[in-house]
Protein backbone atom coordinates (compact mmCIF):
# COMPACT_ATOMS: atom_id res chain seq x y z
CA UNK A 1 0.00 0.00 0.00
CA UNK A 2 1.08 3.48 -1.06
CA UNK A 3 2.31 5.51 1.37
CA UNK A 4 2.57 9.36 0.78
CA UNK A 5 3.71 11.48 4.52
CA UNK A 6 3.66 15.43 4.94
CA UNK A 7 5.99 16.81 7.73
CA UNK A 8 3.29 18.95 9.23
CA UNK A 9 -0.74 18.96 8.86
CA UNK A 10 -0.82 22.61 10.32
CA UNK A 11 1.65 25.11 10.12
CA UNK A 12 1.77 28.74 11.17
CA UNK A 13 4.63 31.28 9.98
CA UNK A 14 5.13 34.58 10.34
CA UNK A 15 5.83 37.20 7.22
CA UNK A 16 9.15 36.64 5.73
CA UNK A 17 10.06 33.67 7.16
CA UNK A 18 11.80 30.37 5.63
CA UNK A 19 9.75 27.47 5.58
CA UNK A 20 10.07 24.05 4.84
CA UNK A 21 7.53 21.39 3.51
CA UNK A 22 8.60 17.92 3.49
CA UNK A 23 7.42 14.82 1.53
CA UNK A 24 8.43 11.41 2.05
CA UNK A 25 6.99 8.26 -0.47
CA UNK A 26 7.83 4.95 0.46
CA UNK A 27 6.96 2.87 -3.13
CA UNK A 28 10.29 3.88 -4.70
CA UNK A 29 8.18 6.00 -6.80
CA UNK A 30 10.32 8.99 -9.33
CA UNK A 31 8.15 11.43 -10.19
CA UNK A 32 7.22 13.48 -6.73
CA UNK A 33 4.62 16.90 -7.30
CA UNK A 34 3.74 19.49 -5.01
CA UNK A 35 0.08 21.09 -5.43
CA UNK A 36 -1.61 24.06 -3.47
CA UNK A 37 -4.91 23.60 -2.96
CA UNK A 38 -7.28 26.63 -2.46
CA UNK A 39 -11.60 27.21 -2.89
CA UNK A 40 -12.44 27.86 -6.40
CA UNK A 41 -9.01 26.70 -8.05
CA UNK A 42 -8.31 23.39 -7.73
CA UNK A 43 -5.18 21.63 -7.35
CA UNK A 44 -2.42 24.22 -8.80
CA UNK A 45 0.90 22.48 -9.67
CA UNK A 46 3.76 24.64 -8.08
CA UNK A 47 6.65 22.29 -8.93
CA UNK A 48 7.48 18.41 -9.85
CA UNK A 49 10.72 16.38 -10.01
CA UNK A 50 11.06 13.14 -12.41
CA UNK A 51 14.44 12.12 -10.49
CA UNK A 52 16.92 12.58 -7.90
CA UNK A 53 18.10 16.43 -7.84
CA UNK A 54 15.83 16.67 -11.53
CA UNK A 55 12.63 19.36 -10.92
CA UNK A 56 10.68 21.05 -13.29
CA UNK A 57 8.29 24.35 -12.60
CA UNK A 58 4.97 23.49 -12.72
CA UNK A 59 2.33 26.72 -13.18
CA UNK A 60 2.46 28.53 -10.32
CA UNK A 61 6.30 27.94 -9.25
CA UNK A 62 6.78 31.63 -8.09
CA UNK A 63 7.76 32.20 -4.60
CA UNK A 64 8.63 28.81 -4.21
CA UNK A 65 12.00 26.14 -4.72
CA UNK A 66 12.13 22.69 -4.54
CA UNK A 67 14.70 20.48 -3.00
CA UNK A 68 15.42 16.77 -4.11
CA UNK A 69 18.63 14.70 -2.66
CA UNK A 70 16.96 11.58 -2.09
CA UNK A 71 14.70 9.84 -4.00
CA UNK A 72 11.51 9.38 -1.85
CA UNK A 73 12.05 12.67 -0.30
CA UNK A 74 11.00 15.99 -1.88
CA UNK A 75 10.73 19.39 0.29
CA UNK A 76 8.81 22.62 -0.87
CA UNK A 77 11.00 25.93 0.31
CA UNK A 78 9.03 29.10 1.35
CA UNK A 79 11.96 31.68 0.44
CA UNK A 80 10.22 34.36 2.41
CA UNK A 81 6.59 33.25 3.53
CA UNK A 82 3.66 36.29 2.33
CA UNK A 83 0.40 35.93 3.37
CA UNK A 84 -0.46 35.05 -0.22
CA UNK A 85 0.83 31.76 0.45
CA UNK A 86 -1.36 30.74 2.75
CA UNK A 87 -2.79 27.81 1.48
CA UNK A 88 -3.26 24.20 1.51
CA UNK A 89 -0.08 21.95 0.17
CA UNK A 90 -0.89 18.94 -1.09
CA UNK A 91 2.04 16.66 -2.13
CA UNK A 92 1.94 13.46 -4.86
CA UNK A 93 4.02 10.91 -6.13
CA UNK A 94 3.44 8.02 -8.75
CA UNK A 95 5.68 5.66 -10.74
CA UNK A 96 7.19 7.01 -14.10
CA UNK A 97 5.78 4.05 -16.04
CA UNK A 98 3.84 6.02 -18.32
CA UNK A 99 0.84 8.35 -16.50
CA UNK A 100 -1.29 6.68 -13.80
CA UNK A 101 -2.58 7.51 -10.25
CA UNK A 102 -0.92 9.91 -8.70
CA UNK A 103 -1.10 9.24 -4.69
CA UNK A 104 -1.55 12.34 -2.45
CA UNK A 105 -0.30 13.03 1.14
CA UNK A 106 -2.68 14.11 3.75
CA UNK A 107 -1.61 17.84 3.35
CA UNK A 108 -0.07 20.40 5.25
CA UNK A 109 -2.28 23.51 6.23
CA UNK A 110 0.24 26.50 6.15
CA UNK A 111 -1.16 29.90 7.98
CA UNK A 112 1.36 32.92 7.36
CA UNK A 113 0.64 35.90 9.60
CA UNK B 1 -0.88 25.82 -21.54
CA UNK B 2 -3.05 23.23 -20.90
CA UNK B 3 -6.43 24.49 -19.51
CA UNK B 4 -9.11 21.89 -17.86
CA UNK B 5 -12.49 23.42 -17.14
CA UNK B 6 -14.91 21.76 -14.75
CA UNK B 7 -18.69 22.57 -14.08
CA UNK B 8 -20.66 22.92 -12.03
CA UNK B 9 -18.45 23.79 -8.69
CA UNK B 10 -21.41 22.79 -6.71
CA UNK B 11 -24.09 20.01 -7.03
CA UNK B 12 -27.15 19.51 -5.23
CA UNK B 13 -28.68 16.38 -5.78
CA UNK B 14 -31.39 13.89 -3.90
CA UNK B 15 -30.22 10.82 -2.08
CA UNK B 16 -30.95 8.30 -5.18
CA UNK B 17 -30.77 10.78 -8.42
CA UNK B 18 -28.20 10.82 -10.26
CA UNK B 19 -25.00 13.57 -10.65
CA UNK B 20 -23.29 14.59 -13.39
CA UNK B 21 -19.68 16.42 -13.67
CA UNK B 22 -18.66 18.11 -16.26
CA UNK B 23 -14.85 19.16 -17.90
CA UNK B 24 -13.57 20.19 -21.08
CA UNK B 25 -9.74 20.39 -22.12
CA UNK B 26 -7.52 22.63 -24.41
CA UNK B 27 -4.60 20.19 -25.34
CA UNK B 28 -5.84 18.03 -27.97
CA UNK B 29 -2.94 15.79 -27.28
CA UNK B 30 -4.22 15.01 -23.93
CA UNK B 31 -4.70 10.98 -23.45
CA UNK B 32 -5.51 10.02 -19.76
CA UNK B 33 -8.56 11.56 -17.61
CA UNK B 34 -8.40 10.75 -13.67
CA UNK B 35 -11.25 11.61 -11.70
CA UNK B 36 -10.35 12.05 -8.00
CA UNK B 37 -12.85 12.12 -4.86
CA UNK B 38 -11.44 14.61 -1.92
CA UNK B 39 -13.87 13.68 1.17
CA UNK B 40 -13.91 16.27 3.82
CA UNK B 41 -9.84 16.79 5.82
CA UNK B 42 -8.88 13.78 3.62
CA UNK B 43 -6.73 13.81 0.89
CA UNK B 44 -7.85 13.48 -3.01
CA UNK B 45 -7.97 9.83 -4.36
CA UNK B 46 -8.74 8.33 -7.56
CA UNK B 47 -12.05 6.69 -8.39
CA UNK B 48 -11.88 6.33 -11.83
CA UNK B 49 -10.16 7.24 -15.05
CA UNK B 50 -10.54 6.48 -18.82
CA UNK B 51 -7.72 6.92 -21.44
CA UNK B 52 -7.91 7.82 -24.98
CA UNK B 53 -8.36 4.35 -26.42
CA UNK B 54 -11.91 4.20 -24.72
CA UNK B 55 -15.03 6.07 -24.69
CA UNK B 56 -16.73 5.07 -21.41
CA UNK B 57 -15.57 3.24 -18.57
CA UNK B 58 -18.21 1.50 -15.34
CA UNK B 59 -17.16 0.88 -12.19
CA UNK B 60 -20.28 -0.01 -10.48
CA UNK B 61 -22.37 3.39 -9.87
CA UNK B 62 -19.73 5.73 -11.08
CA UNK B 63 -19.26 5.75 -14.88
CA UNK B 64 -17.03 8.03 -16.94
CA UNK B 65 -17.71 9.13 -21.01
CA UNK B 66 -14.83 10.30 -23.17
CA UNK B 67 -15.51 12.53 -26.69
CA UNK B 68 -12.00 13.67 -27.77
CA UNK B 69 -13.65 15.35 -30.97
CA UNK B 70 -15.38 17.74 -28.53
CA UNK B 71 -12.31 17.23 -26.16
CA UNK B 72 -14.64 16.79 -23.28
CA UNK B 73 -15.58 14.45 -20.79
CA UNK B 74 -18.19 13.46 -17.89
CA UNK B 75 -18.39 11.81 -14.64
CA UNK B 76 -21.75 10.23 -13.72
CA UNK B 77 -22.65 8.91 -10.36
CA UNK B 78 -25.98 7.19 -10.25
CA UNK B 79 -28.06 5.96 -7.58
CA UNK B 80 -26.21 8.21 -5.21
CA UNK B 81 -25.47 7.85 -1.25
CA UNK B 82 -24.30 10.25 1.65
CA UNK B 83 -21.18 9.17 1.18
CA UNK B 84 -20.78 10.14 -2.26
CA UNK B 85 -20.72 13.83 -0.56
CA UNK B 86 -17.32 15.26 -1.39
CA UNK B 87 -15.32 17.06 -3.19
CA UNK B 88 -14.62 15.52 -6.99
CA UNK B 89 -11.92 16.79 -9.05
CA UNK B 90 -11.40 15.88 -12.78
CA UNK B 91 -7.83 16.09 -14.56
CA UNK B 92 -6.00 15.64 -18.24
CA UNK B 93 -2.66 14.48 -18.99
CA UNK B 94 -0.39 13.27 -21.50
CA UNK B 95 1.24 10.02 -20.92
CA UNK B 96 4.14 9.87 -22.96
CA UNK B 97 7.08 10.50 -20.85
CA UNK B 98 8.28 9.52 -17.50
CA UNK B 99 7.68 13.30 -16.93
CA UNK B 100 4.35 13.58 -17.53
CA UNK B 101 1.96 15.62 -15.09
CA UNK B 102 -1.54 16.43 -15.31
CA UNK B 103 -3.48 19.18 -14.75
CA UNK B 104 -6.60 19.35 -12.61
CA UNK B 105 -10.16 21.30 -12.77
CA UNK B 106 -11.02 23.59 -10.15
CA UNK B 107 -13.70 20.90 -8.86
CA UNK B 108 -17.33 20.30 -8.04
CA UNK B 109 -18.39 20.22 -4.34
CA UNK B 110 -21.70 17.23 -4.60
CA UNK B 111 -23.77 17.10 -1.80
CA UNK B 112 -26.52 14.79 -1.54
CA UNK B 113 -29.37 15.13 0.27
CA UNK B 114 -30.97 13.11 2.19
Known amino acids: DVKVTQSSRYLVKRTGEKVFLECVQD?????MFWYRQDPGLGLRLIYF???????EKGDIPEGYSVSREKKERFSLILESASTNQTSMYLC????????????FGPGTRLTVT | GENVEQHPSTLSVQEGDSAVIKCTYS??????FPWYKQELGKRPQLIID?????GEKKDQRIAVTLNKTAKHFSLHITETQPEDSAVYFCAAGVGYSSASKIIFGSGTRLSIRP
Open chain 2, 27 to 32: DSASNY
Open chain 1, 49 to 55: SYDVKMK
Open chain 1, 92 to 103: ASTSAEGIHEQY
Open chain 1, 27 to 31: MDHEN
Open chain 2, 50 to 54: IRSNV
